[in-house]
Antibody, heavy 122, light 111 residues
Framework: EVQLVESGGGLVQPGRSLRLSCAASGFTFDDFAMHWVRQAPGKGLEWVSGISWNGGNIGYSDSVKGRFTISRDNAKNFLYLQMNSLRLEDTALYYC???????????????WGQGTLVTASS | QSVLTQPPSVSGAPGQRVTLSCTGNSSNIGTHYDVHWYQHLPGTAPKLLIYGNINRPSGVPDRFSGSKSGASASLAITGLQPEDEADYYCQSYDSSLTGPVFGGGTKLTVL
């Protein structure tokens, strides 16, 4: 079955760190770019970060640049998001998302996970 | 404030046709960047509905169609059904922000 399954979300204090994981299955993982997209409570979708098929090219939104790091392990079919210096406004449902090609640049998103909830609160 | 502008809500009766709009500018839709549409039912994963302005992925009914003109795009849904009630998001790429951007979403209510 073609699917993406996120894990690692939870309640964390502002300023602390959290690492999200995404297990991919049912498709050739290292043929495609991957992304993280988030949705804050009551808000719309926001692209967070994208990584090319081999990890050689990476992009971040301005809101997370310098604090979040995206990475992938093609041998294990996993995507990661290391989130440091978390802020209240990072509270959101984080989706692992498959891009349609090898580059994260100018994508569309053809497969989404169910999401993992991150809550930054003191 | 989202980069792409969508009306917060649209409604229609079963069987009717509705159109959802998405307006951008010269940094995104107004250039050569394509528009893509997603359907999001609460509690589920968003689903790709239209890609490359007009193309439907396999399995998406032909009741859904997309178009693009200038700095705007539209999603049309004909023969409205109760299960179409969902949030709909447009998405493109923005050269100023150097990243993908979404609209704020439109909540479709089937009366």
């Amino acid at each position: 079955e073609v699917q993406l399954v996120e894990s690692g979300g939870g309640l964390v204090q502002p300023g602390r760190s959290l690492r999200l994981s995404c297990a991919a299955s049912g498709f050739t993982f290292d043929d495609f770019a991957m992304h993280w997209v988030r949705q804050a409570p009551g808000k719309g979708l926001e692209w967070v970060s994208g990584i090319s098929w081999n990890g050689g090219n990476i992009g971040y939104s301005d809101s997370v640049k310098g604090r979040f790091t995206i990475s992938r392990d093609n041998a294990k079919n996993f995507l990661y998001l290391q989130m440091n210096s978390l802020r209240l406004e990072d509270t959101a449902l984080y989706y692992c998302v498959k891009g349609e090609g090898t580059s994260w640049y100018i994508p569309w998103f053809d497969l989404w996970g169910q999401g993992t909830l991150v809550t930054a609160s003191s | 404030q989202s980069v792409l502008t969508q009306p917060p809500s649209v409604s229609g009766a079963p069987g009717q046709r509705v159109t959802l709009s998405c307006t951008g500018n010269s940094s995104n839709i107004g250039t050569h960047y394509d528009v893509h549409w997603y359907q999001h039912l609460p509690g589920t994963a968003p689903k790709l509905l239209i890609y490359g302005n007009i193309n439907r992925p396999s399995g998406v009914p032909d009741r859904f169609s997309g178009s693009k003109s200038g700095a705007s795009a539209s999603l049309a849904i004909t023969g409205l059904q109760p299960e179409d009630e969902a949030d709909y998001y447009c998405q493109s790429y923005d050269s100023s922000l150097t990243g993908p951007v979404f609209g704020g979403g439109t909540k479709l209510t089937v009366l």
